[in-house]
């Protein structure tokens, strides 16, 4: 076992999710304003705004334009989502 100590790490800014490019300098909108984001409503799953399952047709559109150049971050974002639903709808 080596005896030589490591240097502690340094706690860094905090996401608000993890992401592997830089945010855009205008990022786009994910409702109008004053109105509902197109994210799901757990547990039940279907959209905020417009009450279909989700992600639905304008949800799909706006996740299409946010990552719209990093298509592999929005499938571990979708996977993600995906898992916690399957957790969610099984220990129900």
């Known amino acids: 076992m080596n005896s030589r100590s490591f240097p502690v790490p340094r706690l860094g800014p905090y996401a608000d999710r993890p992401r592997a490019h830089p945010p855009r300098a205008h990022p786009p909108r994910a409702h ?33 334009i946010e990552y719209d150049a990093h298509l592999v971050d929005l499938a571990v974002y979708l996977s993600g989502r995906s898992i916690t639903r399957r957790a969610m709808t099984c220990s129900g």
């Open 32 to 64: 109008p304003p004053g109105g509902r984001p197109h994210l799901p409503l757990r547990p039940l799953w279907v959209c905020r705004a417009c009450g279909g399952p989700w992600p639905c047709a304008e949800g799909r559109l706006l996740l299409r």
